[in-house]
């Protein structure tokens, strides 16, 4: 019979007809039936009266598990080879950061200093690999004492360089031969961080830092940040200080930052726009961090402008070896290029002290349209809509925008959100989005959280897993510190995590095509950013604990993106023993497991059990150096056998 079959089928489609392909064809074919059924469904729905729902839903669900399990058969139909477990990456990529290889960027025509910009069209096709951590690398240390005592083997920093490193070696200590030492908060501050963030306060006409809140000041953009210690001290004053730095091939800001349990990435002050809106923070600090703000006809401190709210601060601190350095520190000097640009933009020199200087940008719009000729323009109305690595333009935006409201002081910290604040920042953050909506969407993620935090257990993936809800003793409060919500929407995730008292800080991120929400997010002083999730995201590698996303998959399904190609940057961008959880649409989440697998997670689907079509998938990123080298060398002599025959 089987022969018979066979004969016939080579009659119609050829001889030796892969049996993949037979059942791509089958499938083929009862997808065609129930699209076909799907649109008599609704031809017949719209006639009926509503009487037959549990039929409706039953054919639905039975429908979208024909859709993956055609997914499934398809991914089969392409071959073995292209279903087994990925291979691992060479060790020159253990540090691989996408988007940001000048030598590529140079071969590609980028000149001008485009080629140290963000260049992701360059690493298009790149190689399907995971990247693996180094060899000594070692799970960071729980929250605080990860934030003073990092391993040395998990950043791209040999003790060499460390030791040649200059000014590093004065913030920093060697502890032993693998470990790196940041004096901590309690009184061991060498470095004077301490005192330098309370030199600005009395420079705002504060008695202390501890002020900042109080002040208007919760959300710090901090500039070339070294190794985060400024931004680790105002953290520890409940102000959210975001780091950015340009890429490094070795030693990064960025990356110790992050090591360290801090808010950070990778961005640039060179050609293009940061991934912010206009009037986003109240503070902008720039120590010594190495731009020449006149350079590019001052598009450089236009971008400042641009992100910096009404009667928000730019504090500069430069040396004498920086530009402006002893130029600016001597007194009745001539005008500096400073000096003479700032009124152009409405600011005003607050305060000046040693090597820093504060300006405060005005909180009178009417300011741009009564100053002298000769002035820095006005950008056309909507110009800083949804910035997402814009050129850099040489006008003054947000002057227009709906959001342009004086910062003002907080009686409250971040873990007390209340009615009358999201008064405030919400209705003039987003067009469309009221007190109501916010409060409705924390209430949603409180629960949410709650559950989520049960899972992230080993327990889930044994035999007997853990159910959402369940009795067990739950994780420590700081099992995980550097969260990424990839799918923000309000922020709600971020505000449950505060009020639960959890140890971290959050990285909101806003898909390019998603609802607008990063205003109110910001507003709210959290954390968070633009991003096209079809691109890599800029960070180094192993930089967070907990990636999550809420209906990303199925926002998606209708982009370019290839889903592959975004969950090989999640396993990059997260760290071993990290874990990702995944709410979506039923056939989203079984797709999601087929490349949880792929890229060797550990994964299980968890069914709501609340009637809805919604799943959860939770993973966690196995760290086993040992394991995965024979992983490797086996991956790589079944490469060899097939080669071979």
Known sequence: MRSSWSNKLSLIFGPRLPLNWLLLCLISVLALIAVLGSSSSNTFDSLTPISVPDIYINYRRLKEQAAVDYLELR??????????????????????????????????????????????????????????????????????????????????????????SGSMTKRLMLLEENQIAFHSE???????????????AKMLGLSDDSQFLQAGVQTVLDIGCGFGSFGAHLVSLNVMAICIAAYEATGSQVQLTLERGLPAMIGNFITRQLPYPALSFEMVHCAQCGIVWDKKDWTLLLEVDRVLKPGGYFVLTSSASQP?????????????????MTPKICWTLKAQQYETFIWQKTVDSDCYTSRKQGAIPLCNEGHDVRSYYKPLVSCISGTTNKRWTPIRNRSSSPHQLNSAELEIHGKESVVGVQPDDFFEDLQIWRSALRNYWSLLTPLIFSDHPKRPGDEDPLPPFNMIRNVMDMSAHYGGLNAAFLEERKSVWVMNVVPVNALYTLPLILDLGFAGVLHDW????????????????NGLLSH?????????????????????????????KVGAIEMARMFATQIRWEARVIDLQNGSDQRLLVCQKPFNPKNLEDAMSHHSESEHVEAVD
């Not at 934030?147 to 920093?157: E, Y």
């Not at 402006?324 to 003479?340: D, F, I, V």
């Not at 079809?534 to 996303?549: G, I, K, Q, S, V």
């Not at 997260?574 to 959880?581: D, I, N, Q, S």
């Open 324 to 340: 402006y350095g002893s130029s600016l520190s001597m007194k009745n000097s001539m005008l500096t290029p400073m000096e003479e």
């Open 534 to 549: 079809c691109e890599p995201f800029p960070t180094y590698p192993r930089t967070y604990d907990l990636l999550h996303a």
């Open 556 to 584: 998606l399904s209708s982009e370019r993106c290839s889903m592959m190609d975004l969950f090989l940057e999640m396993d990059r961008i997260l760290r071993p023993e990290g874990w990702v959880v995944l709410c979506d």
């Open 186 to 200: 309690d009184g061991l501050i060498f470095d004077g961080v301490k005192d330098y963030s309370l030199q600005i």
């Open 75 to 164: 991914s089969l139909s392409l071959g073995a080879s292209r279903q087994r477990e990925l291979g691992l990456c060479g060790r020159e990529r253990e540090n691989y950061v996408p988007c940001y290889n000048v030598s590529a960027n140079l071969f590609a025509g980028f000149k001008d200093g485009e080629e140290f910009d963000r260049q992701c069209e360059v690493s298009r096709n790149r190689e399907r690999c995971l990247v693996r951590p180094p060899k000594d690398y070692k799970i960071p240390l729980r929250w605080p004492a990860g934030r003073d005592v990092i391993w040395s083997g998990n950043v791209k920093i040999t003790k060499d360089q460390f030791l040649s």
